[in-house]
């Protein structure tokens, strides 16, 4: 997990203006008390990739930013109905949600917790939004993310299993990893095997079959960085090549930004930077970091 500063980094090495995220000052409203605050308000965004854990990587930070009531600690992840409002005005000010406040969880964790009180189907994902944010926050946040990331595998797995149901194949795919990164490799690589995608999921349409290929690949690159052991949160095997090829050059992006060091490569890192796949790349990052 100490290695993920360096891929904020490369989001502003690779961003060129067309892609540059857009934010709005916007007044908002807390449903529960009325409370009015600003809030800078995403407009637009673009990605280009996504780590292991789902995260995307883009022109902008992810996960994006929730309202959150200044006042009262409310998260606003979604219009609440009349009937909701009145179950979150007793429920911010309970005693499990001003401990959750008090603990410093952060905001889609609060949001998940909320989600599962409203009773939301499938409040999965701000879980594995909140990891991401926990992870975000670099090593003094490590065993909030694991354990973020602990909650998240029981969640996961104790959904039913579908071969044909793209969100079931997701959930357990993010949870395999999740388990690679808490060092659970035995784990990790049953739960990976485990996995089965219908020939058919999702229908014949080209999206669909797009989605069976994209995890028919997140699966097989998967099983190499469990295979080594490796915990961390972007093995280079599963980048594409321009970010394996920043990666390659991290230190020298450092020094020239003078920005922290990052770790020195792997041996493992070392020869797959060596891969002749990778020289063209990383040739004309060269280039363009001696012209910076």
């Known amino acids: 997990m100490a290695r993920w500063p360096w891929l904020a980094a490369l989001a502003v090495a690779l961003a060129v203006p067309v892609l540059a995220s857009t934010y709005s000052t916007v ?13 800078q308000q995403l407009g637009s965004i673009s990605t ?16 994006i930013a929730l309202p959150l009531c200044p006042g009262n600690g409310l998260v606003m992840f979604r219009d609440f109905t009349p009937e909701e409002v009145a179950k979150l005005a007793a429920y ?8 959750l406040r008090a603990s410093g969880e952060t905001p889609y964790y609060l949001a998940f917790h909320t989600a599962r009180m409203l009773g939301d189907v499938g409040p999965d994902w701000l879980l ?8 975000n926050a670099g090593p ?3 065993a909030r993310a694991a354990r973020y990331n602990e909650e998240f595998v029981g969640l996961a797995k104790a959904r039913p299993a579908d071969p044909g149901d793209f969100e079931s194949i997701a959930l357990r795919a993010r949870a395999a990893n999740a388990l690679r990164e808490l060092g659970r490799f035995d784990e990790a690589e049953a739960l990976r095997a485990s996995i089965v995608i219908a020939s058919d999921a999702g229908g ?3 999206d669909a079959k797009e989605y069976r290929e994209g995890w028919t690949s997140y699966l097989d690159a998967l099983a190499a960085p469990i295979a080594r052991a490796d915990p961390t949160r972007a093995p280079i095997d599963m980048m594409r090549n321009e970010q394996a090829a920043y990666r390659c ?32 790349t990383i040739a004309e990052l060269r280039k363009e970091l001696a012209e910076r």
């Open 27 to 39: 007044e908002k409203t807390c449903p529960v008390g009325g409370q009015k605050f600003k809030f």
């Open 48 to 63: 280009w990739d996504a780590l292991p854990d789902g995260m995307p990587i883009g022109s902008g930070l992810f996960p």
């Open 92 to 99: 911010i000010e309970g005693e499990t949600y001003r401990g």
């Open 128 to 135: 594995l939004s909140a990891s991401w944010e926990a992870k």
């Open 140 to 142: 003094p946040a490590a």
């Open 204 to 206: 014949d349409t080209e």
């Open 249 to 280: 050059l991290a230190r020298a992006y450092a020094a020239k930004y003078d920005e922290p060091e990052p770790p020195a490569l792997t041996p493992f890192e070392v020869q797959y930077c060596a891969r002749p796949e990778l020289a063209g």
